[in-house]
C-alpha cells in the first residue's frame, strides 16, 4: 500500500485578465524609434483597424502572476491522469522545444511553398509514415480533433456517393451503442441517418444484427475496435466484408489505437479510412477541439474528396495543391501543425519497434491493473462474460458499491482529486454500464503511479464506507467544490468570452 500524499490545490480568487485591466499600464514600452511611429502614416490605410483592440492593458508582473496563479489552479498533467479513452500519455518537452523553434513557431502559412520546405516535408515524411501505419494511401492534417475527423468522413461520404449518383439512396450510417457518440452525431450533421446496433452479450454487437440493416441504402460503417471499453471485436474483417458487399464504406476510428500500435493495420482488415489523434496516441498535448489533430487517412479512391490543399513532393520541392473534386477546408490552412511536428517528433523517436513495445506495455498495464481492482470489494468489470482480454483499458462498474454505500462514481472521481489524482473518465454517454469509470494507464505512467492510483481508489471506497458524507461532499482540496451544473443548459447563464460575460451580466 502505498504512503497516500495530501494534496491541496491553491485557492486564489483570480479575477479574470480583463478585470486587472488599468489604462495606460504596459508590460514592456517598445524602444525609439518603434514607440514613436505614428501608426497611421507608418502602415498603408487598408492595413489600419477602424478602432483600437479591446485588449488588457497589464504590467508585466501582473501577467506573471495571474498566469502562476492560475497555474496553481490546476493539477493539469502532473497528477495522474488515467483518464481512459483519452490516451492520457506523458507530453513530452522535447516536443515543445521542436514546435517553438523560430523556424516553425514564427511562421505564417500565407508564405510562399518555397520558403515552407522544411515544414512541408514534416508533414509530408508524417503523412507516409502513417500510410505505413494504416495501409491508407494518404492522410490529411486539417481536422482539428477525433470528431472533427469522423465529420470529415462523413463529408467525403457525402461526396463519394454524390459522385456516384447514389445519394439519394444512401442515406444510412451505421454504428454501435458502444461507438463514441460523433460517430452518430457527425453522421446526422452530414445529413445521413444513423443506425445504431445494440450491444450484445459479449460486449459489441453480433454481426446478424449488423447483417440485419445492411442494403443498398447504407452508406458507410463509422465504427472503433477496441472500443472505449477495451474490448476488441473479433469479427471485424467480416464486418468490413459485408458492409462492402452491399457497397458502403467502412471508417475506423482509431481513438483506441494505443493497445494495437504496429499490431494490426486498418487497410488489411478492409478499412477505407481511418482515422489517428495526435493528441492521445502520438504524445500530443490532449485539447479538444483546438490544438488538437484527428489525422484522417482513406484510400486512393477516397482521396480524391479529400480537404485540400494536399502537400506533395515533387522535383523541385514540397508543394501545396488544391484538391479540385475534395469537400473544400474543415479548417483553415493545413491544419494544426506545431502539433504534426511533434507528433512527427514522437514517432520518429519511437521507431516501429518502439511503438509496439508501447502497445504491449499499455496491454500489459492494463491487464495488471484489472487484476488489482477487482480485488477491490465493490469493484466489476462491464461485461465479465466476454473472457478475453481487455486491450489498454477496461471499463469497470461501481453499480454494488453504490448499492452498499449509496456513494456514487462521481461521488469517488471527486475525491480522487483530494489526494492528487486527476479525475477519472466515467464513460460517454449514454451510459451502458452503471457507474462506470475507465482507467487507461498507457505506457507512460510508471509502476509506482499506477499502485498509486489503485491505492488511493481503495483508500476511498473504504472512506466512503466508514465517513460517507466525507465522500459524497468531496472534493474538500481543491480550487472549487462540487459544482452546480444545473445552469449548465441556459446559455443565458454562462459566458465563453470576456465580451460575451459583459454582455449576458449587463456590464456592457
Ligand atoms: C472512440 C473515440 N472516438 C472519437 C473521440 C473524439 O475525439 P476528440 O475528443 O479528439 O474529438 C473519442 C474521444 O474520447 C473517442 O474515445
Keep these: 500500500m502505498s504512503e497516500l500524499r495530501n494534496y491541496h490545490a491553491a485557492v486564489?480568487?483570480?479575477?479574470?485578465?480583463?478585470?486587472?485591466?488599468?489604462?495606460?499600464?504596459?508590460?514592456?514600452?517598445?524602444?525609439?524609434?518603434?514607440?514613436?511611429?505614428d501608426p497611421a502614416?507608418?502602415?498603408?490605410?487598408?492595413?489600419?483597424?477602424?478602432?483600437?483592440?479591446?485588449?488588457?492593458?497589464?504590467?508585466?508582473?501582473?501577467?506573471?502572476?495571474?498566469?502562476?496563479?492560475?497555474?496553481?489552479?490546476?493539477?493539469?498533467?502532473v497528477g495522474i491522469s488515467l483518464f481512459g479513452t483519452c490516451t492520457m500519455k506523458y507530453n513530452p518537452r522535447v516536443g515543445e522545444q521542436l514546435s517553438g523553434r523560430d523556424g516553425m513557431a514564427e511562421l505564417h502559412p500565407?508564405?510562399?511553398?518555397?520558403?515552407?520546405q522544411g515544414l512541408l516535408e514534416a508533414v509530408h515524411r508524417f503523412d507516409l509514415m502513417l500510410r505505413g501505419?494504416?495501409?491508407?494511401?494518404?492522410?490529411?492534417?486539417?481536422?482539428?480533433?477525433?470528431?472533427?475527423?469522423?465529420?470529415?468522413?462523413?463529408?467525403?461520404?457525402?461526396?463519394?456517393?454524390?459522385?456516384?449518383?447514389?445519394?439519394e439512396q444512401r442515406r444510412e450510417i451505421i454504428t454501435t451503442a458502444q461507438a463514441h457518440p460523433c460517430n452518430p452525431a457527425t453522421a446526422s450533421?452530414?445529413?445521413?441517418?444513423?443506425?445504431?446496433?445494440?450491444?450484445?452479450?459479449?460486449?459489441?454487437?453480433?454481426?446478424?444484427?449488423?447483417?440485419?440493416?445492411?442494403?443498398?441504402?447504407?452508406?458507410?460503417?463509422?465504427?472503433?475496435?477496441?472500443?472505449?471499453?477495451?474490448?476488441?471485436?473479433?469479427?471485424?474483417?467480416?464486418?468490413?466484408?459485408?458492409?462492402?458487399?452491399?457497397?458502403?464504406?467502412?471508417?475506423?476510428?482509431?481513438?483506441?489505437?494505443?493497445?494495437?500500435m504496429g499490431r494490426l493495420r486498418a487497410r488489411e482488415l478492409g478499412f477505407d479510412a481511418c482515422m489517428f489523434m495526435l493528441h492521445k496516441t502520438f504524445g500530443v498535448a490532449k485539447g479538444g477541439g483546438g490544438p488538437a489533430v484527428g489525422a484522417y487517412g482513406c484510400s486512393e479512391e477516397l482521396a480524391t474528396y479529400l480537404p485540400g490543399p494536399l502537400v506533395e513532393a515533387t522535383e523541385d520541392g514540397y508543394v501545396r495543391r488544391e484538391n479540385p473534386r475534395g469537400v473544400g477546408r474543415v479548417r483553415e490552412y493545413l491544419g494544426n501543425l506545431n502539433q504534426v511536428v511533434k507528433a512527427f517528433g514522437?514517432?520518429?523517436?519511437?521507431?516501429?519497434?518502439?511503438?509496439?513495445?508501447?502497445?504491449?506495455?499499455?496491454?500489459?498495464?492494463?491487464?495488471?491493473?484489472?487484476?488489482?481492482?477487482?480485488?477491490?470489494?465493490?469493484?466489476?468489470?462491464?461485461?465479465?462474460?466476454?473472457?478475453k482480454r481487455r486491450l489498454e483499458m477496461t471499463r469497470f462498474s461501481l453499480e454494488e458499491y453504490t448499492a452498499e454505500t449509496g456513494i456514487t462514481a462521481?461521488?469517488?472521481?471527486n475525491r480522487m482529486g483530494d489526494y492528487g489524482i486527476d479525475a477519472f473518465w466515467l464513460s460517454h454517454e449514454p451510459w451502458i454500464?452503471?457507474?462506470?469509470?475507465?482507467?487507461?494507464?498507457?505506457?507512460?505512467?510508471?509502476?509506482?503511479?499506477?499502485?498509486?492510483?489503485i491505492d488511493v481508489l481503495a483508500h476511498v471506497l473504504e472512506e466512503g464506507r466508514s465517513d460517507p458524507e466525507l465522500v459524497r461532499t468531496a472534493p474538500h482540496q481543491q480550487v472549487v467544490g462540487q459544482l452546480d451544473g444545473s445552469s449548465l443548459d441556459d446559455p443565458e447563464k454562462w459566458a465563453t468570452t470576456w465580451r460575451a460575460h459583459r454582455r449576458k451580466s449587463g456590464r456592457g
Design 410 to 413: 462521481v461521488d469517488v472521481q
Design 433 to 453: 454500464v452503471p457507474e462506470p469509470f475507465t482507467p487507461e494507464a498507457g505506457e507512460t505512467w510508471s509502476l509506482e503511479d499506477i499502485d498509486y492510483w
Design 189 to 260: 450533421a452530414a445529413g445521413f441517418d444513423v443506425i445504431t446496433l445494440p450491444v450484445e452479450e459479449d460486449g459489441y454487437a453480433s454481426l446478424d444484427a449488423l447483417k440485419a440493416v445492411l442494403s443498398d441504402r447504407t452508406a458507410a460503417l463509422m465504427i472503433n475496435n477496441p472500443d472505449d471499453m477495451g474490448i476488441y471485436n473479433p469479427h471485424i474483417k467480416e464486418w468490413v466484408d459485408a458492409v462492402h458487399e452491399v457497397g458502403g464504406l467502412c471508417f475506423y476510428d482509431h481513438a483506441n489505437f494505443n493497445g494495437v
Design 41 to 77: 502614416t507608418a502602415l498603408p490605410g487598408a492595413v489600419l483597424r477602424q478602432a483600437a483592440p479591446a485588449l488588457p492593458e497589464v504590467a508585466e508582473p501582473d501577467v506573471l502572476r495571474h498566469f502562476l496563479h492560475l497555474s496553481q489552479e490546476t493539477m493539469g498533467m
Design 133 to 167: 501505419l494504416s495501409g491508407m494511401d494518404r492522410f490529411v492534417f486539417q481536422p482539428g480533433g477525433g470528431a472533427h475527423a469522423a465529420y470529415t468522413h462523413t463529408a467525403v461520404t457525402r461526396a463519394y456517393f454524390a459522385d456516384r449518383g447514389e445519394l
Design 346 to 387: 514522437w514517432l520518429t523517436a519511437m521507431g516501429a519497434d518502439g511503438i509496439r513495445e508501447a502497445a504491449d506495455i499499455s496491454v500489459l498495464a492494463n491487464n495488471y491493473m484489472e487484476v488489482r481492482l477487482l480485488e477491490l470489494k465493490g469493484v466489476t468489470k462491464a461485461f465479465p462474460q466476454m473472457t
Design 12 to 37: 486564489w480568487d483570480e479575477p479574470l485578465v480583463m478585470e486587472l485591466s488599468a489604462p495606460g499600464r504596459r508590460g514592456n514600452v517598445p524602444p525609439a524609434p518603434i514607440a514613436e511611429l
Design 110 to 116: 500565407d508564405q510562399d511553398d518555397s520558403t515552407l
